[in-house]
Each structure stands twice: as C-alpha cells, then as structure tokens.
C-alpha cells in the first residue's frame, strides 16, 4: 500500500514518530497483523447482527444484555470443545504405560515352562514359532513400528484359545483397542489365507487306506473306501435382534450350524460355517454336495473326536462371522502337522473312543430330563409318605 508516494510502513512509523513513539517495521508489521485477526475475529462474533454501537466513553460495545448472554455461551461451549480436545490429544494422561508390555510378556512365556505357553495359546514354543514364520514368509503377515510378528500372533491367540475381550487384551498386551482390532484382523487376513492349505485332504487322490481302517479289524475291509468323517455342530452367535429368530434352533440359544468333514487321523478336509442354527443339517449337506462336487461315504467314526482346544473355545467368542470358525478348524489342523508333541492329541491317540460332550444340549433332551426329575421327585414323595403312614400304624398297634 503507498500513502503520497511513501508506503504503508514508513507512513506510519512518520506519524507515530511525531507523538513520540517508535517502532520498527518488523513491530508494526507485527502489530498490523494482530489488529487484521481481531478484525476478523470481531466479524465472526457479530455476524450480520444489528443494533450494536460504540461507547466512547466506556470504550466498549454497546450491546443488549440478551446478546452477551448468547454469545457468552457460545465462546463457553468452543472454549470446552478446544480444552477435551488439548487434554485428549495433546496432553492427554497416559493410559498403557506399564513395563510389562506385551512383547515383554511373550517373551517371558517363551523363556518359561512349556505348560504355560499350551495353557495360554493352546500350542507349544516351537509350534508357535513355526506359525508365525509361516504367517511373515508365505501368507504376507507384517510387523509394523510398534509391534513384531510374535505379538501379533500372540494377541490373536490370546483372544481364540481364552475368549479374551478386545478390553483384557489391551490390559494385557499394553495397546489401544483400535491396534488390537486392527491387528486382530490383520491376522485374521493371514490366517484366512492359510486355511486354503490347511483345511483339505492330505492324499488328494486318496489312493491310500487309512491307518485307522487298515489296522483295525472293526472296520477293514468294509470301510476300507471311505475317505472320511461328515457331522455337523452349533457355534454360539451373537446376531442383531431382526435375525436372532432364525439362528435360534433346537438348542435354545442364537447357534451357526457348521458341517465339517474330517479324515481318521483327526484333521479337517472340508467345513461349511455360518449357516442360521434353525438350518436343517441336510440342507447344509445338499448345498455343499452341489457347491464342491463332493461325495463324502457315511463313516464308521464319530465326528465328534476331533480335539477342540481353539474350535470349543471359540463358542466363547461371540462373533457370527465364520472366518472365526474356519481359522480355528485351520489352527488344529496346523498343529497336527506341525507339532512333533501335542498333550491333547495324545490323549485321543490313547483313548480312540474319546467323544467330548455336547456343550449345547438340545432343548428337547433338557426338557425330558426335567420331566424325568418331576416324576422322580413324585416317586419319592409317594415312598415317603407311605413311609410315614407305616411308621404311625406300627406306633399304633403298640
């Protein structure tokens, strides 16, 4: 700007000079910057409102009381937004600073007892290991800044062997809930991906008789060309309350009915999950037969042999999406394979007419053992009496 010939700045500083005052450039161009904020800020405040003026004598605005109110409320209300924001992500408190981190706690485990780390991810040190090296090398599973392979994996286990909330993991592993989501899924990604090798036939062709039917004489050879095991089970969903009637089935509680094959040697070949509870196990049967193209021989052997340690554990994990169910299926699979020695397998090894119980009961098998426990109890109460009455009889005679 250019006042006669001179600009802006040497203007003023010409003015000022005569009352006495002196100033820089730099301190008025300052000064002209912190007058154009309050401007704009004034303008903001007024608006398009009318009736205001100026008190000369005050050297204030002269507003209605009704107005300052309004605008008191106003700045009062930005002023608590922009004080939650400072205190939220500017100098918010810390909230997972503890020393034992997860990492420091995985290694700890991995250092320790071997019981511990089966107890906690339902797998040995060295299966777990292997895991996660197959996770980073073949199914594109990365570490980030913050966090390595090992806690990924452990935190994603964390959460299938236990039923862990997204709140326990991020007490125990030191990270916000949106990093234990985020990771969570993560994983899940790699694990899906994993699945696609581990859920199926290992002798693709099956040109060979299973050990189990060879070498027992209960089923060889009339069983000697079946090729595996075809059963379905419920896994607990937790769905939205429009489709909570289609999920709840003969067991009483909102269910995904899964079929799933297994070969004799206790691996799953095949599963088709996230069906409603209320869908009949013919039907799932049907659409797989015509989806794969699969003939599965009816078998000599109960489904229900399989080892459950992620597949019964995820029925405490309330999610209705089937990835769950499929990683875990995936996840026994792997450790069959993988691990030179595994308690629970030995266990079912030793004891091949193992079946674990049913953890959900059909309905119309609770209501018949309440009805046996009514008639019982009237049995008894008619022994009782009858009891009594001889009791009083013989008192009588006496």
Not at 45 to 74: C, F, H, M, R, Y
Not at 95 to 124: A, K, P, Y
Request: charged share 25%; with cysteine; net charge negative.
């Amino acid at each position: 700007m250019v006042v006669d010939g001179v600009t802006k700045n040497t203007w003023l500083q010409n003015e000022l000079r005569q009352v006495g005052v002196e100033y820089t450039k730099e301190q008025l161009r300052h000064k002209w910057d912190w007058m154009k904020d309050q401007w704009k800020m004034w303008k903001a405040l007024k608006g398009n409102e009318t009736g205001l003026g100026w008190d000369p004598i005050k050297g204030t605005v002269v507003a209605p009381d009704e107005w300052w109110n309004e605008k008191i409320k106003t700045t009062t209300y930005t002023v608590d937004i922009i004080c939650s924001y400072y205190l939220s992500y500017i100098h918010k408190e810390p909230c997972m600073d503890s020393f034992h981190t997860g990492l420091v706690w995985l290694q700890e485990i991995m250092r320790g007892n071997e019981r511990r780390c089966v107890n906690l991810f339902r797998m040995d040190k060295d299966t777990l290991i292997k895991l996660c090296l197959d996770l980073e090398c073949h199914y594109k599973l990365k570490c980030s800044k913050k966090m390595t392979i090992l806690e990924k994996v452990g935190m994603f286990l964390y959460v299938l062997a236990l039923g862990a909330s997204n709140r326990q993991v991020q007490e125990r592993f030191q990270h916000s809930g949106e990093t234990v989501s985020r990771n969570f899924h993560e994983v899940l990604k790699a694990m899906l991906c994993l699945s696609i090798d581990m859920i199926k036939p290992t002798d693709p062709t099956f040109s060979n008789i299973p050990p189990e039917i060879l070498n027992d004489d209960r089923y060889m050879p009339h069983f000697k060309d079946s090729i595996g095991a075809i059963d379905g089970t419920h896994v607990s969903a937790c769905v939205q309350e429009e489709n909570l009637i289609r999920f709840i089935g003969r067991k009483g509680v909102p269910t995904q009915n899964i079929m799933a094959a297994c070969s004799f040697d206790m691996q799953f070949t095949f599963v088709m999950a996230g069906w409603e509870g209320t869908a009949h196990d013919g039907r799932l049967f049907q659409y797989s037969i015509n989806k794969q193209n699969l003939n599965f021989p009816k078998p000599p052997l109960e489904f229900g042999r399989q080892d459950g340690r992620y597949y019964e554990q995820c029925l405490l994990i309330h999610f209705m999406y089937k990835n769950i169910v499929v990683v875990s299926m995936a996840l026994h699979n792997y450790i069959r394979r993988k691990a030179l020695a595994d308690p629970a397998f030995e266990r079912l090894d030793k004891s091949p007419n193992f079946v674990p119980p049913d953890i959900f009961r059909d309905v119309d098998d609770i209501q018949a053992e309440e009805s046996s426990q009514e008639s019982g109890a009237l049995q008894m109460n008619a022994l009782r009496d009858q009891i009594a009455c001889s009791l009083m009889l013989a008192n009588n005679d006496y």
